[in-house]
Protein backbone atom coordinates (compact mmCIF):
# COMPACT_ATOMS: atom_id res chain seq x y z
CA UNK A 1 0.00 0.00 0.00
CA UNK A 2 2.85 2.29 0.92
CA UNK A 3 4.94 1.29 -2.21
CA UNK A 4 1.85 2.25 -4.54
CA UNK A 5 0.95 5.69 -2.97
CA UNK A 6 4.87 6.52 -3.23
CA UNK A 7 4.79 5.05 -6.71
CA UNK A 8 1.56 7.19 -7.87
CA UNK A 9 3.67 10.16 -6.14
CA UNK A 10 6.48 9.73 -8.25
CA UNK A 11 4.31 9.15 -11.65
CA UNK A 12 2.61 12.40 -10.59
CA UNK A 13 6.00 14.40 -9.79
CA UNK A 14 7.58 13.49 -13.29
CA UNK A 15 4.11 14.81 -14.71
CA UNK A 16 4.34 17.76 -13.54
CA UNK A 17 7.62 17.94 -14.15
CA UNK A 18 7.45 16.98 -18.03
CA UNK A 19 4.25 18.88 -18.24
CA UNK A 20 6.06 22.32 -17.16
CA UNK A 21 8.81 21.32 -19.50
CA UNK A 22 6.69 21.50 -22.16
CA UNK A 23 4.95 24.97 -21.33
CA UNK A 24 8.60 26.66 -21.11
CA UNK A 25 9.89 24.75 -24.51
CA UNK A 26 6.77 25.22 -26.39
CA UNK A 27 4.38 27.83 -24.89
CA UNK A 28 2.37 28.67 -28.19
CA UNK A 29 1.30 24.87 -29.01
CA UNK A 30 0.43 24.42 -25.61
CA UNK A 31 -2.05 27.11 -25.86
CA UNK A 32 -3.02 26.06 -29.32
CA UNK A 33 -3.99 22.71 -27.94
CA UNK A 34 -5.90 24.14 -24.88
CA UNK A 35 -7.76 26.34 -27.31
CA UNK A 36 -8.21 23.21 -29.75
CA UNK A 37 -9.64 20.98 -26.52
CA UNK A 38 -11.78 23.80 -25.36
CA UNK A 39 -13.14 24.60 -28.83
CA UNK A 40 -14.22 20.70 -29.28
CA UNK A 41 -15.67 20.65 -26.11
CA UNK A 42 -18.02 23.62 -26.73
CA UNK A 43 -18.35 22.78 -30.16
CA UNK A 44 -19.54 19.44 -28.55
CA UNK A 45 -22.25 20.56 -26.21
CA UNK A 46 -23.55 23.10 -28.52
CA UNK A 47 -24.28 19.92 -30.45
CA UNK A 48 -25.75 18.11 -28.18
CA UNK A 49 -28.17 21.29 -26.54
CA UNK A 50 -29.17 21.57 -30.15
CA UNK A 51 -29.95 18.14 -30.26
CA UNK A 52 -31.51 17.79 -26.80
CA UNK A 53 -33.90 20.73 -28.28
CA UNK A 54 -34.91 18.84 -31.35
CA UNK A 55 -35.41 15.66 -29.11
CA UNK A 56 -37.71 17.58 -26.67
CA UNK A 57 -40.43 18.55 -29.46
CA UNK A 58 -39.10 22.04 -30.14
CA UNK A 59 -41.44 22.95 -27.13
CA UNK A 60 -41.00 26.71 -26.45
CA UNK A 61 -39.85 26.20 -22.86
CA UNK A 62 -36.81 24.58 -24.46
CA UNK A 63 -35.71 27.19 -26.78
CA UNK A 64 -33.30 28.37 -24.62
CA UNK A 65 -31.37 24.72 -25.26
CA UNK A 66 -31.42 26.19 -28.94
CA UNK A 67 -30.00 29.68 -28.31
CA UNK A 68 -27.41 28.16 -25.92
CA UNK A 69 -26.81 25.62 -28.36
CA UNK A 70 -26.25 27.71 -31.64
CA UNK A 71 -23.74 30.34 -29.66
CA UNK A 72 -21.80 27.53 -28.03
CA UNK A 73 -21.23 25.70 -31.26
CA UNK A 74 -20.34 29.31 -33.11
CA UNK A 75 -17.97 29.74 -29.90
CA UNK A 76 -16.49 26.58 -30.65
CA UNK A 77 -15.84 26.35 -33.90
CA UNK A 78 -14.58 30.05 -33.63
CA UNK A 79 -12.11 28.69 -31.23
CA UNK A 80 -11.17 25.71 -33.42
CA UNK A 81 -9.98 28.27 -36.01
CA UNK A 82 -8.72 31.12 -34.70
CA UNK A 83 -7.11 30.16 -30.82
CA UNK A 84 -4.60 33.04 -31.51
CA UNK A 85 -7.68 36.07 -31.46
CA UNK A 86 -9.10 34.18 -29.07
CA UNK A 87 -6.18 33.84 -26.33
CA UNK A 88 -4.70 37.64 -27.32
CA UNK A 89 -8.23 39.44 -25.92
CA UNK A 90 -7.90 38.66 -22.48
CA UNK A 91 -4.14 39.96 -21.88
CA UNK A 92 -4.76 43.01 -24.51
CA UNK A 93 -7.83 43.81 -22.54
CA UNK A 94 -5.87 43.62 -19.40
CA UNK A 95 -3.11 46.00 -20.94
CA UNK A 96 -5.32 48.49 -22.01
CA UNK A 97 -7.22 48.68 -18.50
CA UNK A 98 -3.54 49.18 -16.94
CA UNK A 99 -2.47 51.86 -19.29
CA UNK A 100 -5.64 53.46 -18.94
CA UNK A 101 -5.36 53.34 -15.32
CA UNK A 102 -0.99 54.02 -15.71
CA UNK A 103 -2.29 57.60 -17.16
CA UNK A 104 -4.35 58.32 -14.41
CA UNK A 105 -1.61 57.73 -12.24
CA UNK A 106 0.84 59.69 -13.98
CA UNK A 107 -1.68 62.81 -13.83
CA UNK A 108 -2.00 61.78 -9.95
CA UNK A 109 1.87 61.80 -9.78
CA UNK A 110 2.01 65.20 -11.53
CA UNK A 111 -0.63 66.33 -8.84
CA UNK A 112 1.08 65.59 -6.14
CA UNK A 113 4.18 67.41 -7.42
CA UNK A 114 2.34 70.43 -8.18
CA UNK A 115 1.28 70.50 -4.40
CA UNK A 116 4.89 70.23 -3.32
CA UNK A 117 4.79 66.03 -2.17
CA UNK A 118 8.48 65.94 -2.04
CA UNK A 119 8.50 62.06 -3.05
CA UNK A 120 6.29 62.06 -6.02
CA UNK A 121 8.66 60.90 -7.97
CA UNK A 122 8.38 57.64 -6.44
CA UNK A 123 4.76 57.39 -7.94
CA UNK A 124 5.43 58.87 -11.01
CA UNK A 125 8.16 55.75 -12.28
CA UNK A 126 5.22 53.53 -10.76
CA UNK A 127 3.00 54.79 -13.30
CA UNK A 128 5.35 55.06 -16.00
CA UNK A 129 6.48 51.07 -15.16
CA UNK A 130 2.89 50.07 -15.34
CA UNK A 131 2.17 52.17 -19.07
CA UNK A 132 4.99 50.11 -20.29
CA UNK A 133 3.73 46.98 -19.05
CA UNK A 134 0.26 47.83 -20.23
CA UNK A 135 1.40 48.88 -23.73
CA UNK A 136 3.61 45.77 -24.04
CA UNK A 137 0.12 43.56 -22.96
CA UNK A 138 -1.81 45.42 -26.18
CA UNK A 139 0.60 45.31 -28.60
CA UNK A 140 2.63 41.99 -27.90
CA UNK A 141 -0.62 40.00 -25.83
CA UNK A 142 0.13 36.70 -27.44
CA UNK A 143 3.99 36.92 -26.58
CA UNK A 144 2.60 37.84 -22.60
CA UNK A 145 0.60 34.91 -22.69
CA UNK A 146 3.75 32.84 -23.43
CA UNK A 147 5.68 34.34 -20.92
CA UNK A 148 2.40 34.04 -18.65
CA UNK A 149 2.41 29.94 -19.90
CA UNK A 150 6.20 29.65 -19.03
CA UNK A 151 5.66 30.98 -15.43
CA UNK A 152 3.54 28.05 -14.88
CA UNK A 153 5.59 26.03 -16.75
CA UNK A 154 8.12 26.80 -14.53
CA UNK A 155 5.99 26.00 -11.51
CA UNK A 156 4.54 22.76 -12.81
CA UNK A 157 8.80 21.49 -13.06
CA UNK A 158 9.79 23.10 -9.41
CA UNK A 159 6.97 21.33 -7.64
CA UNK A 160 7.40 18.10 -9.82
CA UNK A 161 11.17 18.21 -8.97
CA UNK A 162 10.74 18.96 -5.33
CA UNK A 163 8.10 16.58 -4.72
CA UNK A 164 10.05 14.16 -6.59
CA UNK A 165 13.19 14.95 -4.42
CA UNK A 166 11.53 15.10 -1.29
CA UNK A 167 9.32 11.56 -1.91
CA UNK A 168 13.02 10.15 -2.33
CA UNK A 169 14.27 11.40 0.93
CA UNK A 170 11.69 10.33 3.05
CA UNK A 171 12.14 6.96 1.32
CA UNK A 172 15.92 6.82 2.23
CA UNK A 173 14.78 8.39 6.15
CA UNK A 174 12.18 5.75 6.30
CA UNK A 175 14.30 2.70 5.59
CA UNK A 176 17.41 3.94 6.54
Known amino acids: MLKDF ?4 ISTSILYTLLGLVLIIAPGKAIRW ?12 GISRI ?4 KSGMEYGQRFDMFIGVVLVVLGAFLLVSPRFIVS ?14 VA ?13 EKWWGS ?3 ALVLAVFGAVMVLNPFGTV ?8 IGFVF ?15 YRG
Do not use: Q
Not at 6 to 9: G, P, R
Not at 146 to 153: M, S, T
Open 6 to 9: KNSI
Open 34 to 45: ACFLIGAVTLWY
Open 51 to 54: LAYR
Open 89 to 102: IIPAALGLYILVDS
Open 105 to 117: AIKRALDMKALGF
Open 124 to 126: FIS
Open 146 to 153: EALIRFVG
Open 159 to 173: DGVSTLVNTMLADKL
